[in-house]
């Protein structure tokens, strides 16, 4: 990757959102913490459905997107720390572990 003579990585240089959302670690840990923090949520809020069996397409899609929160919020952040890193450092995102 190519910096500015101040090593600096210019914003042409680093890969956009969609580059690193769909970057295999980045979409696995925000695919665990999902699952944990959803499961959280799911029982929070839906769990006097789940408890009565009282469960439909509703309820359903609520949980669904109660899952998707928390994976969004993790892929945008993991996104944002990524971007900063190739900003100070100059780095490569091939790099990530």
């Known amino acids: 990757m190519a ?6 990585v210019t914003q042409e240089q680093i890969p956009g959102f969609l580059s690193i959302a769909t970057e295999r670690t980045v979409a696995m840990r925000a695919a665990r913490i999902a699952f944990i923090v959803g499961i959280v ?22 949980i ?3 899952f998707m929160v928390p994976y969004c919020v ?3 952040s ?10 100070s450092t100059g780095s490569d995102t091939s790099n990530n572990k």
């Open 3 to 8: 910096t500015t003579e101040n090593n600096e």
């Open 41 to 62: 949520l799911a029982l929070i809020n839906h769990g006097n459905h789940l408890v009565s069996g009282n469960i439909n397409f509703e309820t359903i899609s609520k």
């Open 64 to 66: 669904a997107l109660t």
């Open 74 to 76: 993790s892929t945008w």
């Open 78 to 87: 993991s996104v944002l720390a990524v971007r900063d890193r190739l900003q």
